[in-house]
T-cell receptor, first 115, second 112 residues
């Protein structure tokens, strides 16, 4: 594809509801990242996949957050029992190791608002 | 743990002037440092990467310097234009090499 896509772009959830956020990385990119960006802050790392393997999940804020990438392409970030502090923009990024550049290509993000 | 500071939350300059943004880091010696641009409602877009053994990198009107002794990077936009108005983020690789650590960003406003 032309770039990283994410869906939905906006999500409003009631506190306690479960949500699932989807990321379609650039075709062929083996590395995929999820970041959380609060208003006025820089993105903060959540988790990292290489193909289908989740190699680093040290940034996930609680066990309510779960990410998967079962076939090494599309990834889903799931948040269970959402809380108001989960309100943020969730960004997905991918990059290709073969490009010999450590630059990450970001999607537009999903803006989550928990009421 | 690694810490990054972009010491200006906002920078206002006039069109045609050079904008200089600062990024300082502590507790770490990164292999490289990157600068990204982020517009409202969009994801960050990569601008420049500079490695620890490079002093300076240029791309069109952009210039980045990297001083590993001072633990500082400077990002310059020359002949600034209103279209350069955006938030600029500095980012370092984490020690594990599995993610980027971002600063809070500096919001640049260029007035005509």
């Amino acid at each position: 594809g032309a770039g990283v896509s994410q869906s939905p772009r906006y999500k409003v959830a009631k506190r306690g509801q479960d949500v699932a956020l989807r990321c379609d990385p650039i075709s062929g990119h083996v590395s995929l990242f999820w970041y959380q960006q609060a208003l006025g802050q820089g993105p903060e790392f959540l988790t990292y996949f290489q193909n289908e393997a989740q190699l680093d999940k040290s940034g996930l804020p609680s066990d309510r957050f779960f990410a998967e990438r079962p076939e090494g392409s599309v990834s889903t970030l799931k948040i269970q029992r959402t809380q108001q502090e989960d309100s943020a923009v969730y960004l997905c990024a991918s990059f290709s190791v073969r490009a010999a550049q450590e630059t990450q290509y970001f999607g537009p993000g999903t803006r989550l608002l928990v009421l | 743990s690694q810490k990054i500071e972009q010491n200006s939350e906002a920078l206002n300059i006039q069109e045609g002037k050079t904008a200089t943004l600062t990024c300082n880091y502590t507790n770490y010696s990164p292999a490289y440092l990157q600068w990204y641009r982020q517009d409202p409602g969009r994801g960050p877009v990569f601008l420049l990467l500079i490695r620890e053994n490079e002093k300076e990198k240029r791309k069109e009107r952009l210039k980045v310097t990297f001083d590993t002794t001072l633990k500082q990077s400077l990002f310059h936009i020359t002949a600034s234009q209103p279209a350069d108005s955006a938030t600029y983020l500095c980012a370092l690789d984490n020690q594990a090499g599995t993610a980027l650590i971002f600063g809070k960003g500096t919001t640049l406003s260029v007035s005509s």
